[in-house]
């Protein structure tokens, strides 16, 4: 019944899709991001088959050709945050990660575009929210655009909402804002698992499920990115960066808690820490791999630009070398025929008595043949 459901829910994506993209020509940049995010925010369900990356490149690109697409872009974000209570936290996380995306790539066609509804429908995600996986990366975001994005005067009011939430969270619980944001401190990350942790214990159920999940979402996403980035563009991608380092962390914090000892985890518990940790292993080992790829071609790119074509060597190498320099004879002089009947060795390269036996042998020779000898050696 499951996988019958699961096939008929498939088969429904593209007509859900058509439906909502009907204002706009099939092939046009608004239908394709509509499309695109559509099956982007979904494929991170339960049935996920680890294939997000695919429509990242297409959403931007989407987005970057058309302020009209952007703008489409941004408006189905909302849709999908628009409900915070939804049971379907992965679409609202993937929604998330495309705000972050987005605002770097296309930039402001895309932030234009947050508008009161916008910032309000931000709000009630920050105040109503109950997945802690959403709160968590919604408040390393606002946290993110609010500083590091503080140029950019479209966000200036959702980083000013951001402010007042932060400000009436940390009154309201006399601490700062909760595990999920820290004060801006340069240097260092705003993330709970960049955060220097060394449990002794589990925390509690509730938080430890959504430690896990967030580990899983983010090394999901570090694969996607590895293998959506192109090689030249490796270290110049900043959320490559961000991800690499937030499995790093979550790494040793999931193995903080495979060694908990008060209270120690049971043995589901031990089974899904080990597994969560293999894939964090298996994310940043494909990550380091690909590093040494982006490295290395970016050696040979900086050592193409110091030697000359293939072509040019290969036409270089055919060009025949230029004789040196012979003393052109008088006009007059007799020219003499170089003996071809032996092979010239060198005097130096013959053994001693080898070298009496081939004297002894030219003052054998008759005495017409020894002139032309004589001029061979000595031009």
Not at 4 to 17: C, E, G, K, V
Not at 43 to 58: F, K, R
Not at 110 to 120: E, I
Not at 154 to 160: I, T
Request: aromatic content about 6%.
């Amino acid at each position: 019944m499951i996988s019958i459901l699961t096939r008929l829910r498939r088969l429904s994506r593209p007509a859900q899709s058509a439906s909502r993209s009907t204002s706009h020509p099939p092939d046009s940049p608004e239908a394709v991001v509509l499309a695109e995010l559509t099956a982007f925010c979904e494929s991170g369900g339960p049935n996920n088959t680890g294939d997000e990356y695919l429509h990242l490149p297409a959403i931007v690109e989407a987005a970057e050709s058309s302020p009209t697409a952007a703008k489409a872009a941004a408006d189905a974000i909302r849709r999908v945050l628009s409900n915070p209570n939804s049971k379907k936290g992965y679409k609202q996380y993937n929604a998330i990660m495309l705000i972050r995306i987005l605002v770097d790539n296309p930039g402001t066609t895309f932030t234009c575009n947050f508008d009161a509804k916008f910032v309000s429908m931000i709000k009630d995600m920050l105040r109503e929210g109950r997945d802690m996986s959403v709160q968590q990366i919604l408040r390393e975001t606002l946290e993110f655009l609010s500083v590091q994005k503080s140029y950019d005067t479209n966000l200036a009011p959702l980083s000013e909402m951001w402010k007042r939430e932060k400000a009436k969270f940390e009154k309201a619980m006399g601490v700062s804002a909760g595990p999920w944001v820290q004060p801006y401190n340069p240097g260092q990350r705003d993330d709970y698992f960049a955060r220097q942790h060394r449990p002794r214990g589990l925390p509690p159920l509730e938080e430890l499920t959504a430690r896990i999940a967030e580990a899983n979402t983010s090394a999901s996403l570090l694969l996607q990115l590895v293998q959506s980035t192109p090689t030249a563009e490796f270290y110049s991608n900043d959320l490559l960066k961000e991800f690499s380092t937030r499995c790093q962390t979550a790494s040793r914090s999931i193995q903080g808690y495979m060694n908990a000892t008060n209270p120690a985890p049971d043995e589901d518990t031990m089974l899904t820490l080990i597994e969560t940790n293999d894939k964090l292993s298996v994310a940043f080992s494909k990550y380091q791999r690909a590093a040494v790829i982006a490295r290395r071609n970016a050696s040979r790119t900086d050592t193409q630009q110091e030697i000359p074509p293939v072509s040019q060597q290969w036409s270089d190498q055919q060009q025949p070398p230029q004789p040196p320099y012979l003393h052109q004879p008088e006009p007059g002089q007799q020219n003499y025929e170089v003996p071809t009947g032996k092979r010239s060795v060198p005097l130096l390269s013959i053994p001693r008595k080898a070298l009496n036996k081939f004297r002894s042998d030219k003052q054998g020779q008759p005495m017409d043949a020894q002139p032309q000898l004589h001029q061979y050696q000595h031009p």
